[in-house]
């Protein structure tokens, strides 16, 4: 019996000095991970508006054209930028007000769906009168976007051959 008492001893003296041994190893890793988070890259919020920008323009050409699919990918990834904004700049107040964008974003959208060209011109241009009404209201009134009269990139075709 005094035999099973000790080995049973031995056990749990050997187990609790392990499971420190893992703790400080956790505590060591968990620590790592800590830096390695803290110092991960995180997109500025310029540079999401600079994509924001860029995408407004393809948006634009997209539906100048009628390249109806076109169009739906570049809103989509308008959105999503949005939703990045959102997860990823949250401290900033500039990241509460972007959602003022959704309601037109989804007119536009409409319009795009429905392949009505009168139609996404003007919900484009209302876009682009909510995204300086948000640059004012952020005081980035300086930062005013306007419809783009030449083609962002040379290097993409804006009409579609799927008419």
């Known amino acids: 019996m005094k035999a099973i008492i000790y080995l049973v001893s031995v056990i749990l003296l050997v187990s609790i000095c392990s499971c420190g041994n893992q703790n400080e190893q956790m505590k060591a890793s968990v620590d790592s991970l800590r830096i390695k988070l803290d110092n991960a890259y995180k997109p500025g919020f310029g540079e999401f508006m600079s994509g924001i920008q860029v995408h407004h323009a393809k948006l634009w050409f997209a539906g100048q054209n009628e390249n109806w699919d076109l169009a739906q990918f570049e809103v989509s990834e308008i959105k999503e930028t949005l939703e990045n904004i959102q997860k990823y700049q949250k401290e900033r107040k500039e990241s509460q007000m972007v959602i003022m964008l959704n309601p037109v974003l989804d007119s536009v959208e409409t319009s795009i769906k429905n ?42 075709k804006f009409k579609s051959e799927n008419k």
């Not at 995204?131 to 009269?149: A, M, Q, S």
Request: net charge positive.
């Open 115 to 156: 392949k009505n060209l009168l139609v996404f011109r003007d919900k484009f241009t209302s876009l682009t009168n909510t995204c300086n009404t948000c640059h004012r209201l952020v005081n980035y009134g300086f930062n005013e976007v306007k419809i783009p009269d030449t083609p962002p990139f040379s290097n993409q």
